[in-house]
Each structure stands twice: as structure tokens, then as C-alpha cells.
């Protein structure tokens, strides 16, 4: 099966580039310090990367490495190393693809001149195998290992409209047992990193990373908020994909903050100038699941053809709703905690991620829903109940032998035709 | 072949073992020769749950179906409630059987059918349900189960998610605390009686003569050759987390007193994923290796002493935080090592790693157990097989494997 893409990837807007091009530089700046003795940490896009930030130690994400490997059509031969040295090559993919570069040693086909070896891994347990694949890439590295706690919320009854209560009423929404945990995680982290690097933790800097990532995420919010009330829309989901995701990993930062408000004011610029990555716009359609990393091109295929478009990805929605906490006169390394509890349930428990997927649906006014490779049951059972139509495709993102363009595009098209427009244009008459 | 490997092979064609079936009469399950007592107690105990639950029932308790193993079995008994752990292959009959087809909610072949055969109402001899977070596909099954009891669509049912956290952490050990107070809680809503620390204690006490028991049983499993085959302990610790503590200790000293004649066979060690089905058992031993030993919580891992401490939840605490570690949720390290050394104990000359296709976890751990038993000269062999079990052409695929690990392709 053909590994590549049949779609190259039109641009559009500015910072986008801009951001990929600043990603670069900044990949190759830690690879000078690194080399220079520096610490560097890998971590899993759910563990608490603002008390690395508070320290100044650099860190890449593993699950946007594994974008950009697979982007680079370089995830099989990843896949096929970890499966030469005895682990498996089809779990926790998405978190796995970087020990398998690792362990397949071709400097020259890396990306983006590669990735430099971690001195600090860490992730929360959130899964069943990820402590194991963490600990393997330990064993490999040398790296130290820093897995945090991951409590499971048990109450029968929860509030379902987390992205209202979290910002503010963090503590009532959560409840005090797993902000504890998670609360005694973090002081033990900083306790450890400042011991291993000889760095020390300063309140103040960290208070201040705290604002900055709220002011951050503030700013994603205008962002989502404007592309969900312009009709026809003024950027796709393929853009904001990349737009949303790389600047997060630079939360906490002037440069993640700034970064945000500039793509807030370009996509602004465009709505005000009315213009449109779809003047045609007919079909409103909402991406539930994980980015076509290898093929973000593919999004658009729809647009002129069929007056479909992409509006809505998890990228940004998640941006928007799941980071923002305010201290509000309360502790901020609780504040943090507060972050970090429910971090991943606003999308994978069903009983927050359904009722958000309805409301940003509603938002976005979105007319159909394509969901790839997620747990969608209660989503889906959620949005048709609401009258909007949802494509469930069984598939992992990372790994092309579970999915093609040409048969997924069309698959695409008939339940654009058939089920997505019908509706859509009897609401619009 | 022992007596219960043919006790198995007689099990296929009895009819339904359909736990929810009550129409049947207990004769038509007596048409076996009779092997030992204990062994008929046992295999009782574990293929009809539902009559032990009844029986207590009778008598006025209440039952609280457990599923998982990492759920403190002691602090439920010590409410006065009969915990009985809950095996999902075992719950639908014969008749229906487990197919692992597509599930809607996308839970791992295990969760959906016991969310099947809760939502068929098989399970109506439980008064209530806790499910430990074993893994994360029992996390992901509690977060649908709490979806489809806010939308009326499954039974009412008293229901507990007990979350057990793993690492080695004082943060952990204090939450732990936290969480089996609350479920001390529950059990006293459920009872009527909370478990406080004399009952507590007496709990414990009952606990650890069980392990003694089952203990002495591994010790035929670690003698040359085997005085006890991988079926018979798995039975045997399938009836224990069944019965009361009253009758578990009479069937094990039963046991004790009339082992089984010793099994000759290859020794196999067995690692992977957590599994009772018998079948699987009985291929490997029927084809003439013995099971000295397992890492998983259907078998050696499902007992361990529990510290006796000034407050006894402390101790019982303890043991399910920091006892022997299951595949899932525990580091690579901690459980290579465990498995290395259990294997190693039990004089295995092979060990077979078990992983079912929706497990995540066990198949990390292949290149270190690897190594680290090549350093001891023992092979390890790993399988990955559809849940339950596997038909019987993967099944002899199995022994095939371990043969030729043993004595190379032409042994
Ligand atoms: S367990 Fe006992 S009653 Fe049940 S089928 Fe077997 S022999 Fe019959
Ligand atoms: S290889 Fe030796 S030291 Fe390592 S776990 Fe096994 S028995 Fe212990």
C-alpha cells in the first residue's frame, strides 16, 4: 500500500509556517544545548510540562514527534524496528513511534535532523502499557523515568459541563482527592528535578508560567469561538491542526502566548476581509479523533468538489476548553494539579467527552461528524439524537495499514452526499 | 492425564453451563465419574458461582460480585458480604458463547461480555457490583456502565469503581488510604454493617490462613515432579475466590490431604495476561508439560499474605498496593523481575507468555523477561491468542512451540 499522500498541503495562513519554521530553530537550539550537557525531557503530552518550563528545561512531546515522523511516511520503519527487538509494533503507537526511531539508528533518514537523547522521560499512567514503553526508552537511554500518578474519578454522578466549572470551580468539579494526588505528584516531581539538574524552582517564575499559559489558552478560546460563529469559515481543522498543536507544547511561554494572540489576529483579518478557505461553503464537518499526520492535505479534498469543509479538530477545541485554570487567590501548584487531574477525560471519558462533542458541534454549527478511530459510542449516540449525522471509521492515524486515503476519501464523499448535505441544506432553505 | 483434565474434556458435552439457567437439576451435571471430593467441590465452587451466591443468599447475606482482582476481598467480607470475583468467560452459557465480535462501546472482548451478560440479566444473583481497576479496559467499562445507568439502559444495580493507584509513592499510598475508606463506606451502605477493625482483623486473619493454605499448595506445584497441575490450581484458586473463607479453607485442606498422584511433565511457567479458562490450561497440560506456576491474578497472583498491622486497613492496604504485580499497570521492571524469579522458583524449564489480543501490556515486558531468563537458560515462548482462549488448531500450535523451544524443530 502506498505509504505517501496523494495531497500536498496548501497553506493558509502565515503563522503557520512561521510556527513550523520557529519549531525547527528551536529543535536545533536544544540540540546545541543538549550536546552542551544541558538536561532535556521527553514527555508524554499529558504530564505536567509547565514544571519544566518553571526550570527552563527543555522538552519535546512525544506524540508530536510521532506526528512528525509520521508526516515524514517514516512510522513503518519505526514500527518494524520495535518489532525486531521483541515489542509490540501495533500498541500505544502513537506514544511508541520515537523508541522505535530510536532503536532504528538511521540518523540520516531522521527528521528535522533529529531528536537529541532525553536525559528526563515522563508520563502519567494512563494507559496499560505506557509505564512499560516509558521504561523501556529509559533502558535505552539511560534516561531517568519519572512516571506520575493517574487517579480515576469513581463518583456515579459527575458535572457534565466541565468546560464551564473547570476554569474557575476547579476544586468543587474535581473533588479534593485526586487534587491531592496529583498536588503531592507535582512537589515530589520538582523535588526531583531540582536534586538531578542542580536547578532550582522558583514560586515566582512558576506563577508567572502559570498566567502566561492561561493567557495562552485565553486567546485559543477567541480563536475557536470565531471560527465557529463564521459562516463560510475563514481557516479549515487542517490548518489549526498544526496551528493549535505546536504552540501548546510552548505553553507557559511569551513566545506560546504571543504566538496564539497572532493566530487569533490573522484569522480575524480573514473574517473581516471575508475570506473564506471555502467560499462555497455548504457542508460543515466536524474531525473527531487524532490528525492524518501523514497527510493533512487530505482534509480539503472536499471543498471544492462538494462544498465540504472541515471546520473543527480536537486540537484546538481542547486548547480552547481544557487548559484554561485560574488560581483565583488559590495555591498555583494546586492550580496546576487542577489542570492535570482531568487532563485526556474531557476527551475520552464519555461522560464529558460526549456533551462536548455536542456543544462544540452546535458551536461550530457543524452539519456532520467523520470520527476516526475513537471510543465514539456515546458521542455518536449523543450528536445523531441531535440530528447530526456521524461516519464511524475503525482505524489508528499512525499506521497505514489500517487505513487508505483513496478508500477512506471515498467513503468521505458518499456520507457527504448522502447523509451530511440532504440535512444540511434542508436547514438552510 | 489427571482426573481433572478428563473431569474438563467431560465438561464440553454436559449441556449448558449456563450460571443464569436454573431450569436444569444438579444431577444432570452428576453424570461424571466422581473424582476426588475436593476436586468436585472446587470445580463446583468455580463453574456455578451463582449456587454459591444463592446458597449464602439463602441464608439471609448478600453477594457482591467482584471484578478484577485488585479490589480488597477481606474489607467485604469483613462488612459481612460475600465477595465472589466474577469471571466474564464464565458468566454466558454454552449456548451463547463468548464470539469477541465487533463491541459498540469498543471494550476489550473481556468487559464486553460481562457487560453482555449483565445487560442479559444473568447477573441477577449479585446484590451489588465493585470493579477494581485492574486495567484500564475495566476504567474504560466502568465510564460506559455510569453512562448507561444515567441513561436507564443497564439493570439497577449498586455499583463501586474501586481506584487502586500502583506506583510505589507515599502520594499513592496515601491515596489508597483515602479510596478504602470511601469504599469501607459503601460496603457499610450495602451492609448495613461497616467493616470496622475488629471484623476487620478477624478478616484478615481468615485471609492469611487461606494463604497458608494456598501456599502449601504451591508447594506441590514446586516439587519434582508436580504433586499439582496448572488445571487443578486453577480451580482451586478460582473456588477460593469464590467461596467463604469457612468452606475455601476446607476444600484447600481437603486438597492438602488427598493430593492428586504426581504429574511427570515438561515444567512450563505461564506469563501474559490474566486468564481462567481451563481449556487453555488443559491443551498445554494435555499434551503432556505440567504448569508449575503462573504470574497472573486468575492463579499464584491472586493470594499473598496481608500485613497485620495496628490499623488493619493499613495492612490490608498494603498488600493491594504493593503485592505481587499483574501485567497491566505495574513497571517493567518490578514485574520482569517477579515473573524471572517466580518462574525460577518453581523449577519451570520454559516459560510460555500468554497475551490476548486486546491486551496492552504483557508484550513490553518480552525483551527484558527474555534476557533475563535466557541468563538462567530458560526459553521463553510468546503467543498471542484471541480471547478466551483459542480454537484448538491455535492451541496445538501452542504446544508445538513449546516443544521446539525445549528440544529445537526436530525434538
Ligand atoms: S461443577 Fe459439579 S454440578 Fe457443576 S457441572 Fe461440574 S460436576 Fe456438575
Ligand atoms: S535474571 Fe537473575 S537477577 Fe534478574 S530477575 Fe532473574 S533471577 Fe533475578
Redesign the interface.
Known amino acids: 500500500m502506498a505509504e505517501g499522500s496523494a495531497f500536498t498541503r496548501r497553506s493558509e495562513l502565515a503563522i503557520t509556517g512561521e510556527i513550523v519554521a520557529h519549531q525547527r530553530e528551536w529543535l536545533a537550539e536544544v540540540r546545541d544545548q543538549v550536546a552542551g550537557g544541558e538536561p532535556f525531557a521527553l514527555l508524554s503530552a499529558d504530564a505536567p510540562h509547565e514544571i519544566y518550563r518553571a526550570f527552563d528545561i527543555p522538552y519535546v512531546v512525544v506524540q508530536w514527534w510521532s506526528s512528525v515522523i509520521a508526516a515524514r511516511q517514516r512510522a513503518p520503519q519505526c514500527l518494524a524496528a520495535l518489532r525486531a ?4 509494533d501495533d ?2 503507537q502513537y506514544s511508541a513511534l520515537g523508541l522505535g526511531e530510536l532503536l532504528l539508528d538511521d540518523p540520516s533518514g531522521t527528521p528535522w535532523g533529529g531528536l537529541p537523547v532525553p536525559t528526563i522521560l515522563s508520563a502519567p ?5 505506557i ?3 516509558f ?2 526508552w529509559s ?1 535505552h537511554t539511560g534516561a531517568a523515568f519519572y ?1 506520575i ?4 474519578d ?1 463518583r ?2 459527575l458535572p457534565r459541563d466541565w468546560w464551564e466549572r473547570l476554569p474557575h470551580h476547579w476544586d468543587e468539579c474535581l473533588g479534593p ?2 487534587l ?2 496529583m498536588a ?2 507535582l512537589r ?1 516531581l520538582i523535588g526531583v528535578l531540582a536534586a538531578t539538574t542542580g536547578r532550582s524552582f522558583s514560586e515566582a517564575r512558576f506563577a508567572e508560567v502559570m498566567a502566561l499559559a492561561n493567557e495562552h489558552a485565553e486567546w485559543n478560546r477567541k480563536t475557536r469561538d470565531l471560527i465557529a460563529a463564521t459562516v463560510p469559515v475563514p481557516v479549515s481543522a487542517a490548518e489549526t491542526m498544526t496551528a493549535a498543536m505546536i504552540p501548546q507544547w510552548h505553553r507557559g511561554s511569551e513566545w506560546g502566548r504571543d504566538t496564539a494572540r497572532r493566530f487569533y489576529d490573522e484569522v480575524a483579518a480573514r473574517r473581516d476581509a471575508s475570506q473564506s478557505v471555502c467560499p462555497s461553503e455548504r457542508v460543515r464537518l466536524m474531525w473527531l479523533g487524532r490528525a492524518l499526520w501523514s497527510s493533512l492535505g487530505f482534509y480539503r479534498q472536499f471543498e471544492e468538489a462538494h462544498g465540504a469543509v472541515f471546520v473543527w479538530s480536537m486540537y484546538l477545541g481542547v486548547a480552547a476548553d481544557a487548559y484554561l485554570r485560574y488560581p483565583d487567590g488559590r495555591d498555583p501548584l494546586r492550580t496546576l494539579a487542577a489542570r492535570f487531574v482531568p487532563m485526556g477525560e474531557e476527551i475520552r ?3 464529558w467527552s ?1 456533551p462536548w462533542h455536542l456543544k462544540e458541534a452546535q458551536l461550530h454549527q457543524v452539519d456532520g461528524v467523520v470520527s476516526f478511530g475513537e ?1 465514539d ?2 458521542s455518536t449516540r449523543l450528536l445523531e439524537a441531535a440530528g447530526i449525522p456521524v461516519l464511524s471509521v475503525r482505524a489508528t492515524n499512525v499506521d497505514r495499514r489500517t487505513w487508505d486515503e483513496a478508500s477512506l476519501g471515498a467513503l468521505l464523499v458518499e456520507f457527504i452526499e448522502e447523509q451530511v448535505r440532504p440535512r444540511a441544506e434542508r436547514l438552510r432553505a | 492425564m489427571s482426573a481433572s483434565t478428563d473431569l474438563l474434556s467431560a465438561l464440553r458435552v454436559e449441556g449448558p453451563l449456563a450460571t443464569n439457567d436454573n431450569s436444569l437439576p444438579e444431577e444432570e451435571f452428576r453424570l461424571l465419574p466422581g473424582p476426588a471430593d475436593w476436586l468436585d467441590r472446587a470445580t463446583h465452587a468455580y463453574r456455578h458461582p451463582d449456587a454459591v451466591a444463592r446458597e449464602w443468599r439463602e441464608g439471609g447475606g448478600r453477594v457482591v460480585g467482584v471484578l478484577g482482582h485488585d479490589v480488597p476481598r477481606e474489607l467485604v467480607l469483613a462488612a459481612g458480604l460475600l465477595p465472589i470475583r466474577l469471571a466474564p468467560a464464565r458468566l454466558l452459557s454454552n449456548d451463547a458463547p463468548v464470539v469477541g465480535g465487533d463491541s459498540p462501546l469498543q471494550l476489550t472482548p473481556d468487559c464486553q461480555a460481562f457487560l453482555d451478560a449483565l445487560l442479559a440479566g444473568a447477573l441477577g444473583w449479585i446484590d451489588a457490583l465493585v470493579i477494581g481497576r485492574d486495567s484500564e479496559s475495566h476504567t474504560k467499562l466502568f465510564y460506559g456502565l455510569r453512562e448507561l445507568l444515567a441513561m436507564g439502559e443497564a439493570p439497577r444495580l449498586d455499583l463501586c469503581f474501586y481506584d487502586l493507584v500502583r506506583l510505589p509513592t507515599e502520594a499513592s499510598a496515601r491515596y489508597n488510604r483515602v479510596r478504602t475508606r470511601q469504599f469501607a463506606e459503601v460496603l457499610a451502605t450495602w451492609s448495613g454493617a461497616a467493616p470496622w477493625q475488629d471484623a476487620m482483623r478477624a478478616s484478615v486473619a481468615a485471609s492469611n490462613a487461606t494463604t497458608t493454605l494456598l501456599e502449601e499448595l504451591a508447594d506441590l506445584r514446586r516439587a519434582r515432579p508436580a504433586g499439582l497441575g496448572g488445571v487443578d490450581a486453577l480451580l482451586l484458586d478460582g473456588a477460593a475466590m469464590t467461596l467463604a473463607p469457612g468452606a475455601t479453607q476446607d476444600l484447600l485442606t481437603a486438597a492438602l490431604a488427598d493430593p492428586p498422584p504426581p504429574r511427570p511433565g515438561r515444567r512450563v511457567f505461564v506469563s501474559g495476561s490474566p486468564h481462567d479458562d481451563l481449556a487453555l490450561a488443559g491443551a498445554i497440560e494435555g499434551a503432556g508439560y505440567v504448569i508449575v506456576g503462573e504470574d497472573h491474578d486468575w492463579g499464584d497472583r491472586s493470594f499473598a499474605v496481608v500485613p497485620e498491622t495496628a490499623d488493619p486497613l493499613d495492612g490490608l492496604v498494603d498488600r493491594y498496593h504493593l503485592g505481587p504485580p499483574g501485567a497491566a499497570r505495574t513497571g517493567l521492571d518490578e514485574r520482569a523481575r517477579y515473573t524471572c524469579h517466580q518462574a525460577l522458583a518453581r523449577g519451570a524449564e520454559v516459560v510460555l507468555q500468554l497475551c490476548f489480543d486486546h491486551d496492552e501490556s504483557p508484550e513490553w515486558e518480552f525483551p527484558d523477561l527474555r534476557d533475563r531468563l535466557a541468563a538462567h537458560g530458560v526459553p521463553v515462548v510468546r503467543a498471542r491468542l484471541p480471547w478466551p482462549g483459542g480454537d484448538p488448531g491455535s492451541l496445538a500450535r501452542l504446544a508445538q512451540d513449546l516443544s521446539t523451544a525445549l528440544d529445537g524443530p526436530d525434538g
Do not use: C, I, Q
Request: net charge negative; charged share 35%; aromatic share 8%.
Open positions: 527487538a521483541g515489542y509490540p500498541r500505544e499512567t494512563t494507559s496499560d502499557g509505564r512499560k514503553l521504561e523501556a533502558t512516571p500518578e493517574h487517579a480515576v469513581p456515579l454522578d482527592e485526586r491531592d494526588l503531592d505528584e515530589g471519558m464519555p461522560s460526549a471510543d459510542y456515546f
